[in-house]
């Protein structure tokens, strides 16, 4: 039997099964988890005292391009969705991250605290801002994220954030253990995750009902466990990318 033939018959085989109830359902995305890279050895490295000045730059440094990303994978999951109601939620992520004035109200954004974190690890706004950092890895997996978000049915989109399933214990992490392994950082830094925290949870809840609705079917439910594990390996591939350019200590 061929691959094309061998898979046709796979999808048939469940396409004909019953579809998993919403919590069985939601307890095979969050099972996930065990992929998330909580559990990389860079991030390992980092959350236990052992990464190097450099090291914990070039994550910074790298991961700027994926904070910058974000806002745009958002807005084309609203330029993609027709709903009304999951557009006025969905917008508030820009606003998280791109940040907004209104109202005698400003709030900088996610981006500014991100950039802060870089200079509180000791890199300068032009070099984190001119991204000459970031390596080809990186890139290229932050720009495969991207265009699937404009190129995917927005519900397919909005399940790969489901990822953020499983940020608020890695921002706890950071949050627990860098002041104590790296004083040298500036506790106002880590603002980012302390926002991020709480941002976090709300961003889930409306992502985990879309998928739960959207995703009725045992087919479609499989393609959604797919989806976020394509998005898992996209975080994965980030941090394989810097242990390329930088290195890891076991």
Aim: proline share 4%; net charge neutral; hydrophobic share 40%.
């Amino acid at each position: 039997m061929n691959p094309s033939t061998s898979a046709s018959t796979d999808a048939a085989a469940v396409a004909g099964q019953p579809a998993w109830s919403r919590a069985e359902f939601e307890a095979r995305l969050r099972e996930k988890g065990k992929a998330y890279h909580i559990h990389h050895p860079y991030n390992v490295m980092l959350n236990t005292g052992k990464a190097s000045r450099e090291q914990i730059q070039g994550w910074v440094a790298n991961r700027f391009y994926y904070q910058i990303a974000i806002p745009v994978k958002d807005a084309a999951i609203i330029a993609n969705c027709p709903d009304r109601e999951i557009r006025r939620g969905w917008v508030q992520r820009i606003l998280d991250h791109d940040g907004f004035e209104s109202g005698g109200v400003r709030d900088e954004g996610g981006i500014e605290a991100w950039i802060r974190l870089a200079m509180a690890v000791g890199l300068s706004r032009e070099e984190i801002l001119d991204l000459r950092h970031v390596v080809p890895g990186v890139r290229f997996a932050v720009d495969a994220y991207i265009n699937f978000a404009r190129r995917a049915p927005w519900q397919e989109a909005v399940c790969s954030s489901l990822t953020e399933l499983f940020a608020p214990e890695i921002h706890k992490q950071r949050l627990s253990t860098w002041p104590e392994h790296y004083p040298w950082i500036e506790s106002s830094g880590l603002q980012y995750f302390r926002n991020r925290v709480s941002q976090a949870r709300r961003d889930v809840e409306q992502g985990l009902q879309v998928t739960l609705d959207h995703f009725d079917t045992r087919a479609s439910q499989e393609r959604a466990l797919q989806i976020l594990q394509f998005k898992l390996d996209v975080l994965w591939a980030l941090s394989d990318a810097l242990v390329t350019r930088y290195g890891v200590v076991a």
